[in-house]
Structure formats: structure tokens, C-alpha cells
């Protein structure tokens, strides 16, 4: 059913017998989730597991300068048990976790609940032999291996906080995480394949290793078998230590409000923002999104593509799924190896039901070719999702068309880091669905479109940044270490509210467009990368005197990355060079940070109070010189010249 006029797309009549919510349903419980949150939540809250249950549910204030989120503060829990341990009764020989290698001739492994319980109390024992208590920090540096998440609910299981750093970050990179939140020890691999490829974990983790306090050890998980380096003493076998480890290892009861994990994420100034997340409030909105925007049912193989260092495959690979006892593939490899047919294969081969992956990763199979999905049997697949930016309406039809033929609806889910779970989604048997729009807020979501400069609360069908009004369970708690900065990051702006720093629409359907960021992220393959992290990447260079980084928009990345860099005075600019720049800025951060462009820029545009204008260099980068705007607050607007000039030489 396609309303053609609005571009709206109804339900189909079995995806609504089907589904968890219906239409109605979504009205009655969105109004009661905002009316009376305590009622609301307090209820869903009782579907967790608990030690001791909570008496009270949400105490939550977003004023500036006495922020603090607490949603079942009195309850005890364990993260781990109501992943594994609450299910075992019931589905121990189920499948929990699906794994598929990189390389397709290798075999797939299906570990049951029984086999994730067991692995990841062994686990757990590992970490206590190695002194890991209650509240230390573990950065857990893998690849997209079942150990990943063994390591993940080893640490919710002992009450120690992980944080997963995404494996394609440099040794700098890791290092400045394990100091930022002081960690204990940092779990790695040998080597990781992906694509066909090798990268060398381990040694990675030896240089930013020597960057760090002494005391920190390295676990290793040997999952190649290639060769590396080790260090008596410090270095630690984990497959080893899990076979002689017990098999059982008694969860620690841990309050609703202890952190469960920091993870770093980029921001507009500075370097990345630890961000915590709870175990009870945060697992259940993990859970609840789950299991309601993905429909997900009894005996569905779900799968998300993304990586567990992201926020995504916390809350929708490990967390989210688990809780809800279901199914979740784990994907080592990339979507174009051995060729661009790899996701539709897997899929037909697992009967996957729920598939769930970033739009940049459409536009590039959409590039490849409708004869990839084609090949395949898609049958099984019932729920298609999309995540980590604003999808074009090519790619979303092009993925309705060609990989759901038509029958499956497309769940466009927008939400952050620090959001925890979903925030503007569709759920599949309730709400129509119009191409390139987010919908409707999930329960308890209370959107607020703001006016950008006066901060009023725009009504009705209005255009202006989006915040959130009121406190939701999974949202994030506060910066590792740094509570001031958390609420200057997010409070500050729109007093009272938590501010996404996302632009966003909302039409007379009352549905939800998001338009993107309006800080200095960049959001590069629907990973998050701030300007400044490239920026001060570029200025450690000995050559570089001065840098300023913004988007440009790109076919399949969404957006890149286009620099203007400053050389010191007598160095001369040159291919050499720019070479030399794009490779250091990709061991300074990782390859996700590489730059597409590099323009030399003799002088930057700079206020005369010396700000970098920063929306006339991304005028510049996108070839637009006819709408500069006011050029006349520039110190010297002679550089603008010189710069759309040399607009050609930028390599
Ligand atoms: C989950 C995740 C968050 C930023 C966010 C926004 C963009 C994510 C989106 C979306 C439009 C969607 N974003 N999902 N924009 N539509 N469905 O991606 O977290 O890495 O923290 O990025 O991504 O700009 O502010 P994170």
C-alpha cells in the first residue's frame, strides 16, 4: 500500500498481525509513556531480572549545573544473568550467538545459551585471576569475534566496566582511551581478517601499549594463529587460561546505576567523550527497542552488520538481542569480499529475518549492481533496518526494492551514542513509513524542534535543531570523569533540555526528518569523526603550522573528509607531502579518518577575533563561491580569494 500522494507507506496487513504494536497500540502506550513515565517504566522495568527489585523508577533532572539521570536507582541486578543466566531454563540449547568468518570456506559457529553461559563465566574467572575487581576499567580492542562479546558480559558479570575501542583505530588512538579511563588491562587478538586481509591487533596494541602505564596487561585471544610478539609477564593466553578456568563464575550484584560500559565517541571540540551507560536503565531500553522495532519474535535469526567497537553493536549485536533470549549473527567480514553478493549470501545461508545495516553500505552495493541480491534467496528476511545517518530516498528504495521485493518494511532508526538506543524510529505494524524519514518518537521520546538561536520550542510543521525534552532510561549518565564537560556538551545550549546537535524537520504529518549534524562532526561512512580530532591530528605534523577540517558531501560515504592545511613558513608544498599528511593522519587516528581532500591554504578565513569561518570553507570545498554570505567580519578576505583560487589544487 503507497500513499503515492504523501510518499506514505502503510503496514501490510500480515506485518501488522504479526507485529508486537499495532497503530493503536502505539498511540495508547506513547501517550502514557509521556503522561506517566513512572507507570510506564516502572512496569517495563519489572521485565528485567532483578536481585532486589526497584521501589523507585525514574529521578531524572536535565537543569544546567545539577544534571543527573537515575532510572531505578534502588534496584540490583546483573547485566550478564539477564542476558544468559534468566534464559537457560528455557532455550539453554538454543542458538545465542551465530558466527560468520570472514572467509566463507571457513565454517559458521552456532553457540548455544549453554555454551555462551559457559564461555563467558570462564571467562569472567580469567579476568578475576587477573586481578580485575568491581569498577575497573577493561578496553576491550577485538575484532568482530564470539570473544568480543564473551568479553563484554565476562566484565558485566564482575561488575568491571569495558570499553570497546573499534579495531580499525590506531595505536595513538587505543592509547589515549586505556589512559583516559585508566584501565586495568586491554583484551586483544593476534590478528583480525577482514576483507581478506590482516590487520595486527596485537602489535598495534604493543605500540600504544608503550604509551601506557606498565602495570597495564594484555590478554590475548589467538584466533589466527598468526605469529606475534609477547612479553613474558605481561601478555596473557586467554584461550589457555579459559580451559583450566571454572565453568562458573556467581554474577555480582550490581546497583541500577553502576556503569556498565564507557565508550568513546567523537564530539565537536576536543578529544573523544567517554560516554557511560547504566546497567538497568540502559539494558532495558536495549532490550525494549529490540525487541519492538525489529518485531522480534521467537525463533527470528536477527542480524546486525555493525561493529561491536560502535554503539550500535552494543546495543543491537550483544545487548539488546541477548536480553531478549534471541538470535544475533555476528559478522567478521566486510560486504564486498570474496564479492559484493557476501551480505545476500549470508543472509540466504542463516535464513536471517531482521537485517539491519548504514546506508553508506547500500549506496555502495546499490553501485555493484540488483544482479548481487538477485542471486540470492532473501525469503527469510522480514524486517530491513537502517542507521548512522540520513538515508536518501534512492537508497532506501533501491533496498526496498531489490532486497526486500517489496514485503518488508524499512525501520529508518535514528539515535546516538549517547542516546543508548533508538529515539525517532518506526515500529513495523504501527507506523507508516515515507523514504528518507525517521518517523515518530519511540516511547517515552519526548523531540523538541528548536528555533537555533532563541532556543523556542517550535510547534507543529516547523524546521530547527532537534533536543530532547525529558529523560528516557538509556540515555547516557554522564563523560567518564568529567561531569562538567557532559553537561556542557549537552545541557548548555537549550536549558533544560538534552541537545542532539543534529538539525531536524518536522512536516505536517508530524513525522520527523533528520537533516544532519549542525556542529563540527562529520559523519564519514555513518561513523563519527570530529574536525578537531583531524584537525590536531594534521597540526602534530613538523610541518603543518595550522589546519581546518570540514564534510563535503560524497556519493557513498555521505560525507568525507576535505582539509585545508597551513604550512610552516619555507616548506614548500608538494605531492610528496600531501601524501605524507594523509598517511600520518591515518596512523595518528585510523583509516576512517584518512582525508579525501587536501588543499594547501596559505591563510585560513578567520574573524578578526581569529575563529576560523568554517562555513565559508565548507562553501569553498563544495564549489558553491556564488553564496559566500558576509565576507566583511574576516581579519583578511583576501585568503578567500586565494583559496577558491587554488581550489583546483587539492589533490
Ligand atoms: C547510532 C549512531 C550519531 C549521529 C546522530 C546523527 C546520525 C544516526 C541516523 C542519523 C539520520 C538516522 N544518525 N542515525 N541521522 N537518520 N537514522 O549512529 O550513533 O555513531 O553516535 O552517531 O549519527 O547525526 O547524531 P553515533
Request: negative net charge; without cysteine; charged residues 20%.
Given at each position: 500500500m503507497l500513499d503515492q500522494a504523501r510518499g506514505c507507506r502503510a503496514p501490510a496487513a500480515d506485518v501488522v498481525a504479526h507485529a508486537h504494536v499495532n497503530a493503536a497500540d502505539y498511540d495508547r502506550m506513547y501517550a502514557e509513556s509521556i503522561a506517566d513515565p513512572d507507570a510506564f517504566w516502572g512496569r517495563e522495568g519489572r521485565t528485567l531480572d532483578w536481585v532486589t527489585p526497584f521501589s523507585r523508577v525514574k529521578n531524572t533532572d536535565m537543569t544546567l549545573g545539577q544534571v543527573s539521570i537515575r532510572w531505578f536507582e534502588d534496584g540490583v541486578l546483573n547485566a550478564s544473568v539477564n542476558c544468559i543466566d534468566r534464559h537457560l531454563p528455557t532455550?539453554?540449547?538454543?542458538?545465542a550467538i551465530i558466527w560468520e568468518p570472514d572467509d566463507p570456506a571457513d565454517p559458521a559457529q552456532h553457540i548455544t545459551y549453554a555454551q555462551l553461559s559457559e564461555n563467558v563465566n570462564r571467562f569472567a574467572n580469567v579476568l578475576l585471576s587477573q586481578g580485575v575487581m568491581r569498577g575497573d576499567r577493561v578496553v576491550i580492542y577485538l575484532p568482530m569475534i564470539p570473544e568480543a562479546a564473551y568479553a563484554m558480559l565476562a566484565c558485566a558479570r564482575i561488575g568491571a566496566i569495558h570499553s570497546v575501542v573499534f579495531a580499525g583505530f590506531s595505536p595513538d588512538s587505543l592509547a589515549n582511551r586505556i589512559n583516559d579511563c585508566q584501565a586495568k588491562l586491554v583484551i586483544t587478538a593476534d590478528t583480525a581478517p577482514r576483507g581478506g586481509r590482516r590487520t595486527p591487533l596485537k602489535s598495534n596494541a604493543d605500540a600504544a601499549l608503550l604509551r601506557c602505564s606498565e602495570k597495564v596487561r594484555c590478554l590475548v585471544?589467538?584466533?589466527?594463529g598468526d605469529q606475534i610478539s609477547w612479553i613474558e609477564g605481561r601478555d596473557v593466553d586467554v584461550k589457555a587460561l579459559m580451559r583450566t578456568a571454572a565453568p562458573d563464575c556467581p554474577p555480582r550484584p550490581m546497583g541500577?546505576?553502576?556503569?556498565l560500559f564507557i565508550l568513546y565517541t567523537s564530539g565537536s571540540t576536543g578529544r573523544p567523550k567517554g560516554v557511560v551507560h547504566s546497567t538497568a536503565g540502559y539494558l532495558l531500553y536495549a532490550a525494549m527497542t529490540h525487541r519492538l522495532v525489529f518485531d522480534y519474535h521467537e525463533g527470528d535469526v536477527y542480524w546486525c552488520t555493525?561493529?561491536?567497537?560502535?554503539v550500535t553493536g552494543h546495543s543491537y549485536i550483544v545487548y539488546g538481542p541477548l536480553a531478549n533470549g534471541g538470535t544475533t549473527l555476528m559478522f567478521e567480514?566486510?560486504?564486498?569480499?570474496?564479492?559484493?553478493g557476501r551480505f545476500w549470501e549470508v543472509v540466504a545461508k542463516h535464513r536471517v529475518t531482521q537485517f539491519y545495516t548504514a546506508p553508506t553500505a547500500i549506496r555502495a552495493l546499490m553501485g555493484q549492481g540488483e544482479e548481487w541480491p538477485a542471486?540470492?534467496?532473501?525469503?527469510?528476511?522480514?524486517i530491513l533496518g537502517s542507521v548512522g545517518e540520513p538515508i536518501n530516498p534512492e537508497a532506501w528504495n533501491w533496498f526496498d526494492r531489490?532486497?526486500?521485493?517489496?514485503?518488508c518494511p524499512i525501520v529508518d532508526t535514528f539515535w546516538q551514542t549517547e542516546t543508548?538506543?533508538?529515539?525517532?524510529?518506526?515500529?513495523p505494524g504501527a507506523i507508516p513509513t515515507k523514504p528518507g524519514s525517521a518517523t515518530k518518537p519511540f516511547f517515552g521520546v519526548r523531540p523538541a524542534v528548536l528555533?537555533?538561536?532563541?532556543g523556542a520550542e517550535l510547534t507543529g510543521e516547523a524546521e530547527g535543531v532537534l533536543a530532547i525534552a525529558d529523560s528516557w532510561?538509556?540515555?547516557?549518565?554522564?563523560?567518564w570523569g568529567d561531569h562538567e564537560r557532559f553537561e556542557e556538551a549537552?545541557?548548555?545550549?537549550?536549558?533544560g533540555t538534552y541537545f542532539t546537535g543534529d538539525g531536524c524537520r518536522r512536516d505536517a504529518d508530524g513525522y520527523y526528518w533528520i537533516t544532519g549534524r549542525v556542529d563540527d562532526v562529520l559523519n564519514i561512512s555513518g561513523h563519527r569523526m570530529g574536525t578537531a580530532e583531524i584537525e590536531s591530528a594534521l597540526v602534530a605534523?613538523?610541518?603543518?603550522a595550522e589546519a581546518a577540517v570540514v564534510g563535503v558531501p560524497h556519493d557513498i560515504k555521505g560525507q568525507g573528509i576535505y582539509a585545508y592545511v597551513t604550512l610552516m613558513n619555507g616548506v614548500e608544498p608538494g605531492e610528496d607531502l600531501r601524501a605524507d599528511l594523509v598517511k600520518w593522519v591515518r596512523a595518528e587516528?585510523?583509516?576512517?579518518?584518512?582525508?579525501d581532500f587536501l588543499q594547501w591554504a596559505p591563510g585560513l578565513p578567520k574573524?578578526?577575533?581569529?575563529?576560523?569561518?568554517r562555513r565559508i570553507l565548507r562553501k569553498i570545498a563544495e564549489d558553491d563561491?556564488?553564496?559566500?554570505?558576509?565576507?566583511?567580519?574576516?581579519?583578511?578576505?583576501a585568503v578567500v580569494d586565494d583559496l577558491i583560487a587554488n581550489r583546483q589544487n587539492r589533490g
Open positions: 532455550r539453554a540449547d538454543q542458538t585471544v589467538k584466533h589466527t541500577a546505576e553502576d556503569p555493525a561493529d561491536v567497537g560502535w567480514g566486510t560486504p564486498n569480499f570474496p564479492d559484493a542471486r540470492h534467496d532473501l525469503s527469510s528476511l522480514r531489490h532486497v526486500g521485493h517489496g514485503r543508548g538506543g533508538h529515539m525517532i524510529t518506526p515500529l528555533d537555533p538561536t532563541t532510561p538509556g540515555q547516557m549518565r554522564t563523560l549537552y545541557f548548555s545550549q537549550y536549558p605534523h613538523r610541518d603543518v587516528i585510523g583509516p576512517i579518518a584518512t582525508p574573524t578578526r577575533s581569529g575563529k576560523i569561518m563561491f556564488g553564496s559566500l554570505g558576509d565576507t566583511s567580519t574576516l581579519a583578511d578576505p
